[in-house]
């Protein structure tokens, strides 16, 4: 039976001829590893070389596995990893339930994607905000909206670049519980980047320090 989770398997990143991290991990299903360190340090650099987005001058050696399947040389939109960032990055031409529709995999009726869109609201306390404007939402509605989008595009591996720095004290707080409570119901690897002490304790699991 192929080993579940996501595996760094002999990552080696350089940029150019200079060496930036080395790292042997596994992170199983529902698990989390952080990897902490001071801006500049490679960390965001890490997360597109498992998203495939590593670019020049930047290189990469090792291999990527994601449930047992070599990733490593994949198209990105082939992985099935879920990426979070510090900024929501949600349309500001569509309204939320267009944000959370863009998500969803092809297929299925009108019928069937606009009950996947409600279920994805409700389950974040969202219950009724298709229609709404993006720019009417608080900080902490708009993470929920874009952790909801990631997730119904089914991903496999749940990627995090510092994605609760810029909400205030309390949201910060209960965005992070959300989004590691619904990593973990899911099954999902995590890999958090951050140089916040606090996200590290929150999540749990294995810290790395880097630099």
Same mark, same amino acid.
């Given at each position: 039976?192929?080993?579940?989770?996501?595996?760094?398997? /002999?990552?080696?990143?350089?940029?150019?001829?200079?060496?930036?991290?080395? $790292?042997?991990?596994?992170?199983?299903?529902?698990?989390?590893?952080?990897?902490?360190?001071?801006?500049?340090?490679?960390?965001?650099?890490?997360?597109?070389?498992?998203?495939?987005?590593?670019?020049?001058?930047?290189?990469?050696?090792?291999?990527?596995?994601?449930?047992?399947?070599?990733?490593?040389?994949?198209?990105?939109?082939?992985?099935?990893?879920?990426?979070?960032?510090?900024?929501?990055?949600?349309?500001?031409?569509?309204?939320?339930?267009?944000?959370?529709?863009?998500?969803?995999?092809?297929?299925?009726?009108?019928?069937?994607?606009?009950?996947?869109?409600?279920?994805?609201? *409700?389950?974040?306390?969202?219950?009724?905000?298709?229609?709404?404007?993006? *720019?009417?939402?608080?900080? /902490?509605?708009?993470?929920?909206?874009? $952790?909801?989008?990631?997730?119904?595009?089914?991903?496999?591996?749940?990627?995090?670049?510092?994605?609760?720095?810029?909400?205030?004290?309390?949201?910060?707080?209960?965005?992070?519980?959300? #989004?590691?409570?619904?990593?973990?119901?899911?099954?999902?690897? #995590?890999?958090?980047?951050?140089?916040?002490?606090?996200?590290?304790?929150?999540?749990?699991?294995? #810290?790395?320090?880097?630099?």
């Amino acid at each position: 039976m192929a080993e579940r989770g996501l595996v760094l398997d /002999g990552l080696r990143i350089a940029r150019g001829a200079a060496p930036l991290i080395a $790292l042997d991990a596994r992170i199983p299903p529902g698990g989390v590893l952080t990897l902490m360190g001071p801006s500049g340090i490679g960390k965001s650099t890490l997360l597109a070389a498992v998203t495939g987005t590593l670019a020049p001058p930047f290189r990469m050696a090792g291999r990527i596995l994601l449930d047992g399947r070599d990733i490593t040389s994949l198209p990105t939109e082939r992985r099935r990893v879920g990426i979070l960032f510090q900024d929501e990055l949600l349309f500001p031409h569509l309204s939320v339930g267009g944000n959370l529709a863009f998500g969803l995999p092809p297929g299925g009726s009108r019928a069937q994607r606009r009950a996947r869109i409600e279920a994805a609201l *409700a389950e974040v306390d969202l219950a009724g905000f298709a229609g709404r404007d993006p *720019a009417t939402l608080s900080g /902490g509605q708009k993470a929920r909206v874009a $952790l909801m989008r990631m997730l119904l595009s089914d991903p496999r591996a749940l990627l995090l670049d510092e994605p609760f720095a810029r909400l205030d004290a309390a949201l910060r707080d209960q965005t992070r519980r959300l #989004v590691f409570d619904l990593a973990r119901d899911r099954g999902l690897p #995590v890999l958090l980047v951050t140089h916040d002490a606090a996200d590290a304790t929150a999540a749990g699991g294995e #810290v790395i320090r880097l630099g």
